[in-house]
T-cell receptor, first 115, second 113 residues
Framework: KAGVTQTPRYLIKTRGQQVTLSCSPISGHRSVSWYQQTPGQGLQFLFEYFSETQRNKGNFPGRFSGRQFSNSRSEMNVSTLELGDSALYLC??????????????FGPGTRLTVL | GDSVTQMEGPVTLSEEAFLTINCTYTATGYPSLFWYVQYPGEGLQLLLKATKADDKGSNKGIEATYRKETTSFHLEKGSVQVSDSAVYFCALFEAGNNRKLIWGLGTSLAVNP
């Protein structure tokens, strides 16, 4: 079974631009979560989608948004990019998507550099 | 809120040495606990997990036991190899309405031949 895939793997943008990152979960997984990884802040939760609905959101500004499609694929968008948005963005999928215990499987990430 | 504390790195060991990476957590409920590993330039790979007290997770010679009395989930490996060089992350999963993984800061391991 194929793992979680993320595209693109690398992105370079300039301040003020916007960017869209894509994530395809493991087949059959309905929950997709996004995390930001930076050297200073470590790993931080952005949001989770389940059945096309955002179910949970981390403490990030409104410039960070996402959505999920009917095939469970997800996109996240960052508008008006800032230098501090440079990070590795990781997508994770999980099977159950219920409010109980679950295991998240991660993709390789998208490395975003903002100049 | 819930939190995870890992021992600071970097940790440098010789091949075949014993590895311990300490992880303690604070949680109001009964979280699941995880160890993930990240190799240079890659995403996160699940190493092992434990879902309840006294559970022992194990994978490829790496073990960790969910200790509720000490709120710990220490990683151990009996004999490290150069290929184990990576960053190791301890995490807990908050279930319920606020479901998400909460992470430690990671421990960098370098194994010398």
């Amino acid at each position: 079974k194929a793992g979680v895939t993320q595209t693109p793997r690398y992105l370079i943008k300039t301040r003020g631009q916007q960017v869209t990152l894509s994530c395809s979960p493991i087949s059959g997984h309905r929950s997709v979560s996004w995390y930001q990884q930076t050297p200073g802040q470590g790993l931080q939760f952005l949001f989770e989608y389940f059945s096309e609905t955002q179910r949970n959101k981390g403490n990030f500004p409104g410039r960070f948004s996402g959505r999920q499609f009917s095939n469970s694929r997800s996109e996240m968008n960052v508008s008006t990019l800032e230098l501090g948005d440079s990070a590795l963005y990781l997508c994770a999928s999980s099977l159950l998507g219920a409010r109980g215990r679950d295991t998240q499987y991660f993709g390789p990430g998208t490395r975003l550099t903002v100049l | 809120g819930d939190s995870v504390t890992q021992m600071e790195g970097p940790v440098t060991l010789s091949e075949e040495a014993f590895l311990t990476i300490n992880c303690t957590y604070t949680a109001t409920g009964y979280p699941s606990l995880f160890w993930y590993v990240q190799y240079p330039g890659e995403g996160l790979q699940l190493l092992l997990k434990a879902t309840k007290a006294d559970d022992k997770g194990s994978n490829k010679g790496i073990e960790a036991t969910y200790r509720k009395e000490t709120t710990s989930f220490h990683l151990e490996k009996g004999s490290v190899q150069v290929s184990d060089s990576a960053v190791y992350f301890c995490a807990l999963f908050e279930a319920g309405n606020n479901r998400k993984l909460i992470w430690g800061l990671g421990t960098s391991l370098a194994v010398n031949p």
